[in-house]
């Protein structure tokens, strides 16, 4: 016998379905916010209660009299180191930094052409933006490839068809390279590129910057290395080592995992070399050595020979990081690649290397950190960094016997740029997390 649901019946099956969405509770007070924060962080156990405790107590002794020597009783305006302690000898004398500073920022370089480090520093800023943040245009890249023949051209003037045909040079060496792949293979190829690209810059530049230099002159008014100085002197060698360093660490990190023999014999006797000699030691031969191997009578500019050797050498240690990440990687994600149908450029940069690098920021961060902080040891070749500019300051009657402000300042201007770069990282790796938590 077959019985029909009443109304009611039906009414009390579907009677549990919701009709919205049910709003989300609060979470509890005690595991949310400042209180909790401090609970987990700083009084977990009965010793981070006392190293809190202490820690607390040692910012409050030490901070009041920070700040008063900083900011209370120091002297902003005077002329000497002198006049500061007339004003008040107990307080810091940022006077000697607010004289010198354009000095600090732009060393020696003409007060008439300060404009040109200014755009470049504004166009450094564009030109990082889509390469650190995914919401930019993907056309800015042009810019980003472009900036460091647009910035050694506003930087250093001269002729602009000079710096159009350096970067000419990758053009032609691109074309020479496919030319020979298409009949010899890869590897003379790439000897072949190699070899093409650095004659034209030997030879090709000069020629195609007299030629329309002659026809249209365009040119800005040269600028020698010796006026460098200052922070734009370390954003020069920092910015450059750490732009260039990254893609030839990358390079040599596959190249030392090459099974051509060639290629791998060649990248890691550069790697151990490189890593195995100081780079003071490097700066000493870029600034003297280097000299003896050249021609008589020709001239390499040390600023560009001090760029080429911390680039060499950054890019030693960048390989190790990239390796260690490559490294890294399960066997199944190279066998993936190839079951795929991919050939080795097309698995390198669409599945291994995302993946190799993502796992190595926090090592390629920490190389560009240290390459930053090794810009001061240009000093040692006579290039007046910061430190140099302090030290030749200092030996002015005016402020001889200041020590701790100058120090300070410039420790304070590092710490916050390293500490930018510390930050991205942490941002970067949020950004990129796919795992689970536990």
């Not at 480090?117 to 390469?131: Q, S």
């Not at 911390?310 to 960048?318: C, D, G, I, K, W």
């Amino acid at each position: 016998m077959t019985t029909t649901p009443t109304d009611n019946t039906l009414k009390r099956e579907i009677a549990f379905v919701a009709k919205g969405d049910i709003p989300a509770s609060e979470p509890p007070a005690r595991t949310t916010g400042a209180f909790h924060w401090a609970k987990e962080n700083l009084f977990s156990s009965p010793l981070n209660i006392a190293l809190s405790v202490l820690s607390i107590a040692f910012i409050a002794w030490m901070l009041p009299p920070l700040i008063q020597w900083s900011f209370v009783d120091a002297v902003w305006s005077a002329d000497s180191l002198k006049g500061c302690r007339e004003i008040n000898p107990h307080g810091a004398c940022w006077a000697m930094i607010n004289e010198r500073w354009m000095q600090y920022t732009f060393g020696f370089y003409p007060a008439d052409l300060i404009w040109r480090p200014i755009l470049c520093f504004f166009l450094m800023f564009a030109a990082l933006a889509p390469v650190l943040f995914d919401r930019i245009p993907r056309n800015f890249l042009i810019l980003t490839i472009l900036f460091p023949f647009i910035a050694y051209w506003l930087i250093w003037g001269g002729s602009f068809w000079f710096v159009a045909g350096i970067v000419l040079g990758p053009v032609v060496g691109w074309l020479a390279f496919n030319a020979v792949n298409k009949i010899g293979g890869l590897l003379p190829a790439m000897i072949i590129g190699i070899l093409v690209t650095i004659l034209w810059w030997g030879i090709g530049v000069d020629l195609f910057d007299g030629i329309l230099a002659s026809i249209i002159p365009i040119d800005l008014r040269p600028v020698a290395s010796d006026r460098l100085g200052g922070f734009l002197l370390t954003f020069i060698i920092g910015v450059t080592g750490i732009a260039a360093s990254f893609p030839i660490g990358v390079l040599l990190a596959l190249g030392r995992q090459s099974g051509l023999f060639f290629i791998r014999a060649v990248s890691v006797t550069f790697i151990e070399a490189m890593r195995g000699v100081p780079l003071i030691t490097l700066l000493f031969v870029a600034s003297t050595v280097l000299n003896y191997f050249l021609p008589p009578g020709t001239t390499f500019d040390l600023v560009l020979r001090v760029l080429i050797m911390v680039t060499l050498f950054a890019s030693a240690y960048m390989a190790e990081v990239v390796r260690g990440g490559l490294a890294a990687l399960p066997r199944g994600q190279y066998e993936a690649a190839h079951a795929l149908g991919l050939d080795y450029w097309k698995s390198m940069r669409l599945i291994i290397l995302p993946q190799a690098l993502k796992i190595s920021i926090p090592g390629i961060v920490n190389t560009f950190i240290g390459l930053f902080k090794d810009t001061t040891l240009v000093i040692i070749i006579g290039l007046l960094d910061p430190l140099g500019l302090t030290t030749t300051i200092r030996a002015t009657p005016e402020w001889n016997g200041i020590v701790v402000e100058p120090y300070v300042f410039i420790a304070v201007f590092f710490f916050i740029f390293c500490f930018g770069m510390s930050q991205y990282s942490a941002y970067l790796e949020r950004k990129l997390e796919t795992g689970h938590k536990r």
